[in-house]
C-alpha cells in the first residue's frame, strides 16, 4: 500500500468514470456516487480526512523470485534494479505460502501520487493516504468474509479495465489487469443486436439471451482462466472459489456463466459497484 502517511480516516473515495464515496462508521456503511470529484462530499460525509486510491493501470507490478538468505536492504536494492527508473515509489510482498517463495513488486511515478494529494487538497479535503486499489479491494473482500482460509480469487469487473487478484489469508498473491471489461461487453452486444450502446446497457444487466451472453464473455472467460491457469501451474496454488466485484459484474447470468465455464464456485460481493471506497473507508492507522 503507498501510505504516505498514517491515519485514522474513515471515509475512501474511489476516483473513476464516476465519484463513489463510503464511510464506515459504528460498523455500518455509507455509501453514495458522484459525478464529479467536489466539495458536496465532505458536506455530506461531515469530514476532509480520506484515503484513495491510484488506478490499477498507473502501478507496474513484477513478479520476483526471492534468492537465500537475502536481508531487507538486498532485497530492496534488487527491486530498485529491477525497475531501473528514478523518481518511483516502490512496494513489495514476499509471498511465501506455496511451494516457492517469491516477492510481488509494485511500482508508482511519484508525481501521480502528488498530482493525487495536490488535486484533494484544491478542493480541502485532507489526503492521508493513498493506497492501491487491488488492496482495498481485498480489505474490503475480507471484511465481508472473515473467516476465508482458503486460496480465492477476486475478479472486479470495471468499465474499461478488469482487475484479477488471487489472495490468501487477506494478502495478495497474484495480480493481473486486463482490458476487456463493461464497456467492451456493451459494445459487443450493440453491434450483435443493433443497438445503441445506452440500450445495451440496460440490455446486458435484464434480460440477456444465452447466446448472447457466450458471445460477449468468451473473451473475459479466456483471460481469467488463462490467468488462473498460470497462477496454478506457476506457483501450485489451487483457487478454490471467486468472488466478483466492480459495477459490471452485474451483467445478467455473469455468475452462473462464469461458474459452469471455469469450475469454481462463484459469488458477487454486495454493493460490488463500491467495493474500492468501501475498501479505503475500512483503512485504518498502520493498517
Not at 464497456?183 to 444487466?205: C, F, G, P, V, W
Not at 440477456?208 to 482462466?225: F, N, P, S
Amino acid at each position: 500500500m503507498f501510505g504516505i502517511f498514517g491515519s485514522d480516516a474513515q471515509l475512501g473515495i474511489d476516483i473513476g468514470n464516476s465519484i463513489r464515496a463510503a464511510q464506515y462508521k459504528d460498523n455500518t456503511f455509507k455509501t453514495k456516487e458522484y459525478q464529479d470529484l467536489s466539495t458536496q462530499i465532505k458536506e455530506d460525509f461531515n469530514t476532509k480526512d480520506l484515503v484513495t486510491a491510484i488506478d490499477s493501470n498507473q502501478i507496474r507490478i513484477k513478479f520476483l523470485d526471492v534468492p537465500e538468505n537475502l536481508s531487507e536492504n538486498e532485497i530492496e536494492q534488487m527491486i530498485e534494479l529491477e525497475f531501473e527508473e528514478p523518481n518511483l515509489i516502490l512496494q513489495y510482498e514476499i509471498i511465501d505460502f506455496f511451494a516457492d517463495k517469491y516477492i510481488i513488486a509494485l511500482a508508482v511515478d511519484k508525481e501521480l501520487i502528488q498530482d493525487k494529494f495536490d488535486q484533494m487538497k484544491e478542493l480541502g479535503f485532507k489526503p492521508q493516504v493513498i493506497e492501491t486499489e487491488f488492496h482495498a479491494n481485498i480489505r474490503y473482500l475480507y471484511q465481508q468474509h472473515p473467516n476465508l482460509q482458503q486460496t480465492v480469487s477476486l475478479i472486479d469487473i470495471g468499465k474499461n479495465k478488469t482487475d484479477l487478484i488471487i489472495a490468501k489469508n487477506s494478502q495478495p498473491v497474484f495480480i493481473r489487469s486486463f482490458g476487456f471489461a463493461g464497456q467492451h461487453i456493451s459494445e459487443r452486444l450493440a453491434k450483435i443486436n443493433d443497438m445503441t450502446i445506452e440500450e445495451a446497457e440496460e440490455y446486458k444487466k435484464t434480460e440477456i439471451e444465452t447466446d448472447d451472453l457466450k458471445l460477449v464473455l468468451e473473451e473475459i472467460r479466456t483471460q481469467i482462466y488463462s490467468s488462473l491457469d498460470y497462477f496454478q501451474s506457476e506457483y501450485r496454488g489451487t483457487v478454490s472459489k471467486l468472488f466478483l466485484t466492480g459495477g459490471s459484474s452485474k451483467v445478467k447470468g455473469l455468475k452462473e456463466y462464469l461458474e459452469n465455464q471455469v469450475g469454481i464456485t462463484t459469488q458477487r460481493l454486495e454493493e460490488s459497484e463500491f467495493s474500492v471506497a468501501k475498501g479505503l473507508a475500512l483503512r485504518v492507522k498502520n493498517d
